[in-house]
């Protein structure tokens, strides 16, 4: 069964950093890409970043391009968002995605066709 579990949210104060990782069971990393969503209350889901398995290539969007990097670790099995200079409207629950076509997750910028998602993990920054 293909799982994926993030870690790392917590309450932050702007300037702030994180690091958010999503672990991988029951598939292997290496063929998939992996997509970071968010959702802030009252809002919809947006595409945040994504990582190509074949060969590194990343995408960003726009409000948090300079400021997120997303990394992957192929031997830990396990993808990561690290977070800098946070914002209060960076402040959302944080979803990794994967899906077998880097493409696909890039294009799909709510999310609406991804079928594998991890639980969620809740970033909130505040003073």
């Known amino acids: 069964q293909l799982q994926l579990v993030e870690s790392g949210g917590g309450l932050v104060q702007p300037g702030g950093s994180l690091r958010l990782s999503c672990a991988a069971s029951?598939?292997?990393?290496?063929?998939?890409?992996i997509g970071w969503f968010r959702q802030a209350p009252g809002k919809e889901r947006e595409g945040v970043s994504c990582?190509?398995?074949?060969?590194?290539?990343?995408y960003y969007a726009d409000s948090v391009k300079g400021r997120f990097t997303t990394s992957r670790d192929n031997a830990k099995n396990t993808v990561y968002l690290q977070m800098n200079s946070l914002k209060p409207e960076d402040t959302a629950v944080y979803y990794c995605?994967?899906?077998?076509?880097?493409?696909?997750?890039?294009?799909?910028?709510?999310?609406?066709?991804?079928?594998?998602w991890g639980q969620g993990t809740l970033v909130t920054v505040s003073s």
């Open positions: 029951g598939f292997t990393l290496d063929y998939y890409a």
């Open positions: 990582i190509s398995g074949s060969d590194g290539s990343t």
């Open positions: 995605a994967a899906d077998r076509l880097y493409a696909m997750l890039v294009a799909d910028r709510t999310g609406r066709y991804v079928k594998v």
